[in-house]
C-alpha cells in the first residue's frame, strides 16, 4: 500500500515543479526514484539534505529510493547555477568519497531492508567508464538537437553576455550524461522518476526526453525549491563555510548551534523540510512558538531533530550541554565532559593567555592569574575587589582570594576557564 508521496511534499513546502501525470503513476503502485548527488567530497552538507529527505519520504511512501552517486558526472561538472567549472576528480578519490557519502545516507535511507522498497546505491561511473566518445554520439548525442540543449536555463545563463567565462564542451554535455544515466535506470532498474533541486529542471527534462525517444517509455520529474533563509544570505553556509554532514568537517555543537541560530520565519519552513515529525506535531509546535517566540521552541526542536538524524542522540546531549555552558547554568562538571575541539569551539574568540605549566604545579595565586600573569583585569586591585565580591569563578565554580590554581583545574589538561559575571570568559592555555 503506497502512501501519496505528492501531496507529503507538497504540505511540507518541498515541491516546486512535478510534470503532470507523476503523482497518478507513483498511485499506482510501488515505483522507483532517484536523486543524483555530487561526490566532490567525502562528507555531505547540509544543501544536500533536502534531496536525501525527499529519497526518505519516498520510501516511507512505499517506493524504492535510487541514490546515484556521480561519479562519472563529477568528473565533468554541473553548469547549473554555477559560473565556473569544478575541479575535476581521479577514480580512488570518488570511491572513497562515495563510501563515506554511503555511510551517511545509511542514517536516512534503509539499504539492508530485504523488503521490495530498499534503498539502492549507485555509481554512473560504472556504467559510462566502458562508453566510448563514438559509442555516446552515435546512440545518444543523435536523438537531443543542439536546439533543444541551448534552450535549457542552465546553458543560457552561461553563454549569456554578462556571464565573464564561457562554457566548455564537456559541460555542455553534461545534460546529456545525466539523461543518460536516468535512461540506463528506467531501462535496467525500472526507475521512472528523477528528483532533484529546481536548478535541475532542465538536466531532468532531457532524461525523460531520452526513455521517450530511445526507451521508448515514459519518464516522470519533480523538483523540489531551492533553499533559502529569510534574510537573503545563502542557505547552509556560514563564515567559516559549509555546514558538512561529517562530525570532523562540522563538529555535532556547530551543526546544533546552526539550526539553533535560525530566524523564527526559516525555523517554520525548515522544521517541515528537514525533520520528519508530521502535521499535526509541527503545527502545535508552531503554535506554541507563536505563543512564547522568546522560549524559541521551533529553533530547539529542529536543531534537536536534525542533530540526532545525522549524528546521534549522545552527540546531540554534548552538544546541548556545551551550548549551556555559555547560555545557560552548567558545572564544572559539564566543562570537564567537552572534548578539546567542542571546548575550543565554544570558547571561540574569547581572549586567552598562555601560562607555563610549572606555575600550576606549584599554585598560582589568584590575583596573579586574574591580573600581572594575563591582564584579564587591569590591577591587583581590581582583582581582590572582584573576588572579595564573589563575582570570580575558576571553571565555574566561585573561588575566594585564598584560591590558587592547581593542575587539578585543568580542563582537557590543559585549559582553564576564569570567568568575571556572568558573560566575561578568560580561557588560560597552560603549556
Known amino acids: 500500500m503506497v502512501k501519496n508521496f505528492v501531496q507529503e511534499l507538497k504540505w511540507r513546502g518541498m515541491l516546486h515543479d512535478v510534470m503532470p501525470g ?21 562528507s555531505l552538507h547540509i544543501g544536500h539534505l533536502v534531496g536525501v529527505m525527499m529519497l526518505r519520504h519516498f520510501q516511507l511512501a512505499g517506493h524504492k529510493p535510487i541514490a546515484l552517486i556521480g561519479g562519472a558526472t563529477g568528473m565533468i561538472g554541473d553548469p547549473s547555477g554555477k559560473s565556473q567549472e569544478r575541479n575535476l576528480l581521479d577514480e580512488t578519490t570518488l570511491r572513497m568519497n562515495q563510501e563515506a557519502i554511503k555511510q551517511q545516507l ?28 563514438l559509442d555516446f554520439i552515435r ?26 567565462e564561457g562554457m566548455s564542451f564537456t559541460e555542455f554535455t553534461y545534460q546529456l550524461v545525466q539523461g543518460y544515466d536516468f535512461l540506463y535506470l528506467f531501462e535496467n532498474l525500472g526507475c521512472t522518476l528523477q528528483m532533484g533541486g529546481s536548478d535541475q529542471w532542465g538536466n531532468i527534462t532531457t532524461g525523460t ?13 519533480l523538483t523540489c525549491p531551492l533553499i ?16 558538512w554532514l561529517d562530525a570532523h568537517r562540522t563538529s555535532p555543537y556547530k551543526f546544533y548551534q ?40 521551533l529553533q530547539r526542536k529542529l536543531a534537536e531533530e536534525v542533530t ?6 549522545e552527540d546531540l546531549q554534548k552538544a546541548v550541554k556545551a551550548s549551556d555552558i555559555l547560555f545557560g547554568k552548567s558545572t564544572s562538571e559539564d566543562l570537564k565532559y567537552l ?50 565580591q564573589q563575582s570570580i569563578s575558576v571553571n565555574k565554580e566561585k573561588v575566594s582570594e585564598d584560591y590558587a590554581l592547581e593542575e587539578k583545574d585543568l580542563i582537557n589538561d590543559k585549559y582553564i576557564l576564569l570567568q568575571r559575571g556572568k558573560k566575561n570568559y578568560y580561557v588560560l592555555i597552560v603549556e
Open 106 to 133: 545509511s542514517r536516512f535511507l534503509d539499504f539492508d531492508s530485504e523488503t521490495d522498497n530498499g534503498a539502492l546505491l549507485v555509481n554512473n561511473y560504472d556504467w559510462m567508464k566502458g562508453f566510448s566518445f
Open 258 to 297: 546552526y539550526w539553533l541560530n535560525t530566524s523564527d520565519e526559516d525555523a517554520e519552513k525548515y522544521i517541515k523540510i528537514f525533520t520528519f515529525l508530521n502535521r499535526e506535531e509541527i503545527e502545535n509546535l508552531i503554535q506554541q512558538h507563536k505563543e512564547a517566540p522568546h522560549l524559541r521552541a
Open 339 to 388: 572534548d578539546e575541539d567542542t571546548f575550543l569551539e565554544v570558547f571561540d574568540g574569547v581572549p586567552q593567555a598562555r601560562i607555563a605549566r610549572a606555575e600550576v604545579v606549584s599554585g598560582l595565586d589568584m590575583i596573579g592569574a586574574l591580573a600581572a600573569k594575563t591582564g584579564f583585569l587591569k590591577s591587583n586591585g581590581e582583582a581582590r575587589r572582584e573576588l572579595k
Open 228 to 243: 533559502t533563509k529569510a534574510d537573503g544570505t545563502k542557505f547552509g553556509k556560514t563564515e567559516s563555510g559549509n555546514i
Open 308 to 313: 540526532v538524524a545525522v549524528h546521534s542522540e
Open 22 to 42: 507523476t503523482e497518478e503513476h507513483l498511485l499506482s503502485g510501488m515505483q522507483s526514484a532517484y536523486v543524483g548527488i555530487d561526490p566532490t567530497a567525502d
Open 139 to 164: 546512440d545518444v548525442g543523435k536523438h537531443i538537437t543542439v536546439n533543444y540543449m541551448m534552450a535549457k536555463d542552465s546553458v543560457k545563463k552561461r553563454l549569456s553576455a554578462d556571464a565573464k
Open 209 to 221: 526526453e531520452l526513455i521517450r525517444r530511445i526507451g521508448g517509455g515514459k519518464g516522470y520529474a
